[in-house]
């Protein structure tokens, strides 16, 4: 059985090329939360049990980047970030060399940088959140 491991996935966001991707520099841990709300269906003569089912699927993502300039990836980043504007984004296996077939997630997203640290003697971290603009068109993870 094989363990998977964190640093062969990378998120790599859309130029200003439709279409084209590019792996973000200086990118440490990606993280995602999903979550769908309950929905009772029961009714009174459900025989004494509850039934259920889940909403749609909320989904939030973080990176954390120590902050490599010059990337133009991450200067798309910051002006989509102030443009409130979406962006594409992937999740891919096999890190540098993951190519477009290796996106395990793929959507368009809004990005905010949510944390700036700017640490004594050390680099210029960021907290770079996505948020969904539209529906994935790929989630292996689902």
């Given amino acids: ?34 979550s769908q709300p309950d929905i009772d269906t029961s009714g009174k003569d459900d025989a004494g049990y509850s039934t259920g089912s889940f909403g749609n699927v909320a989904y939030k993502g973080t990176i954390d ?14 002006t989509a970030a102030l443009a409130k504007t979406p962006i594409g984004f992937q999740l ?6 993951g190519v477009l077939a290796d996106a395990v997630f793929a959507a368009s997203v809004y990005v905010s940088i949510t944390n700036r640290t700017f640490n004594k003697d050390g680099t210029v971290d960021v907290k770079i959140a996505l948020s969904l ?10």
């Fill in 1 to 34: 059985m094989a363990t998977l491991l964190g640093n062969d996935y990378l998120g790599w966001f859309e130029s200003a090329t439709a279409g084209t991707y590019a792996a973000l520099k200086g990118q440490g841990t990606y993280d995602e939360n999903r």
């Fill in 92 to 97: 891919r296996k096999n890190g540098l060399a």
């Fill in 133 to 142: 603009a539209a529906a994935p068109t790929v989630d292996v993870l689902a």
């Fill in 65 to 78: 980047v120590k902050v490599r300039l010059p990337d133009a990836v991450y200067t798309r980043i910051e």
